[in-house]
């Protein structure tokens, strides 16, 4: 939204002026016409006190998304039309976000707009995918239908998402219970023990010595490490922020042992869901491509997308630069290529779809009952060697009082 300084003729010709609020200068013209003012000159207010300043604006989460896309879709098959329906859910809805923009798409939708024009104008709400869909649901007439398709599509998204996260949560969270007990041991409990020794006057074994200098290094520069985890974070999140060095990160990841090939089936998952979807609804083949190179969040993947996409454009089948890559295993090549031939790509690709869906379920089992025991194996170490290297000279002192 933007301000304008206008001025023109009232119906009785007198000469008037003001400032409006609008999306766009055309829009604005027709918002004074429909109240009587023949606008005679009209620009944008660009001063900084004309600015709208939104903090913290943020976008709307799956998980709240899944939920409108699928009470949207159940209100449309109940017979009520989609402006009511647009009504009804702005005022259900717990994300403030979706709600402004669903009042500001109800507002559309009563002066005529078709909804996915209106719901273009917030691209931090609805994604490409979903606009795309619902115009094709529009050309098609059977909107009830894209929007049920649309609501399975998000809620296995959400659903695959989930369990990713569960996954890459499970050693960040035992990492960082580790981490607050061995600081807790260094920071409190071995330098009570270290000045006891010290009072003794006998040689520290050497698993003590490097526990107590670890405790002290700590007391003195503790500040220096959350330093360093806060410019890890912020230095992280900037390069990812670059295509350029997000792709040699998706890269990095995706070759890790253990995660590594987690990330590439999620990542195989979500490009062929979306694929399949897209087909599915008439989509043009090059939008729906480049649309999934939007979405997939995976620069590797998306590099070979562009490749496939300036193929088709040449009349080239889009398997051809997946072939040449190692991140598209075989099945998925040879899936699209029977797609390709037989025009059942949507078919073929809902297959390969559910195939990696099922294969991160049980990537995400199977990380778990692997990472479980490690991570008490670590626990077991760190913290046993701390206790060790209180105990072993605890021993030797008490042999010198016997």
């Known amino acids: 939204m933007a301000y304008f300084r206008y001025k023109g003729r009232n119906k009785t010709g007198k000469v008037v002026q003001g400032r409006i609020k609008g999306d766009s200068q055309k829009e604005t013209v027709q918002q004074l016409r429909e109240q009587g003012i023949a606008v005679t000159s009209i620009e944008e207010l660009t001063s900084i006190l004309y600015k709208e300043i939104k903090l913290f604006e943020g976008r709307v989460k799956l998980q709240d998304f ?6 949207f879709s159940t209100l449309l098959k109940a017979g009520i039309s989609v402006v009511d329906a647009t ?18 798409v109800e507002e559309g939708l009563r002066a005529g707009n078709p909804f996915s024009d209106v719901a273009e104008k917030h691209r931090k709400v609805f994604p490409s995918l979903f606009i795309n869909m619902i115009r094709a649901g529009e050309a098609g007439g ?3 239908e894209i929007l049920d398709r649309l609501a399975v599509y998000y809620e296995k998204q959400h659903n695959t998402r989930a369990k990713v996260k569960s ?25 009570t023990f270290a000045s006891m020794f010290q009072s003794f006057g006998s040689e520290l074994p050497l698993i003590t010595r490097l526990v107590v200098n670890a ?11 959350i330093l360093l985890v806060v410019a890890a974070y912020f230095g992280f999140t900037t ?3 670059n295509p350029k060095t997000k792709y040699y990160i998706d890269y990095a990841l995706i070759k890790i042992p253990i995660f590594g090939k987690l990330l590439q089936k999620a ?41 496939s996409r300036n193929a088709l454009e040449t009349g080239q089948s889009m398997v051809g630069p997946m072939e040449k ?25 809902d297959k390969v779809a559910d195939f990696y869906e099922t294969e991160v379920d049980h990537a995400t089992d199977q990380i778990k009952s692997l990472i479980e025991p490690l991570m008490i194996v670590f626990l077991s170490v760190v913290v046993g060697g701390i206790v060790a290297a209180i105990a072993i000279p605890m021993f030797s002192i008490f042999e010198q009082i016997q």
Not at 268 to 290: D, H
Not at 326 to 342: D, H, N, R, S, Y
């Open 325 to 349: 890559h190692w991140i598209f295993p075989p099945l998925v090549t040879q899936m699209l290529a029977v797609g390709e031939k037989t025009g059942s790509l949507d078919v073929m690709l």
């Open 142 to 144: 059977n909107m009830d």
């Open 267 to 307: 990542a195989l998952a979500r490009m062929t869901r979306t694929m399949a979807s897209l087909f599915a609804t008439s989509v043009p083949i090059l939008q729906s491509v480049a649309i999934v190179e939007r979405i997939v969040g995976n620069e590797v993947v998306v590099k070979v997308l562009k490749e």
């Open 87 to 104: 009504n009804i859910l702005s005022q259900q809805t717990n994300s403030k976000v979706l709600n402004a923009a669903l009042v500001d």
């Open 239 to 241: 390069l990812q922020r």
């Open 215 to 225: 405790g002290n290094y700590f007391k003195s520069l503790w500040w220096v490490f």
């Open 66 to 71: 899944v939920i409108y896309i699928r009470q």
């Open 167 to 191: 996954a890459m949560a499970y050693p960040i969270v035992v990492g960082g219970i580790a981490a607050v007990v061995v600081i807790f041991l260094l920071a409190a409990v071995v330098p």
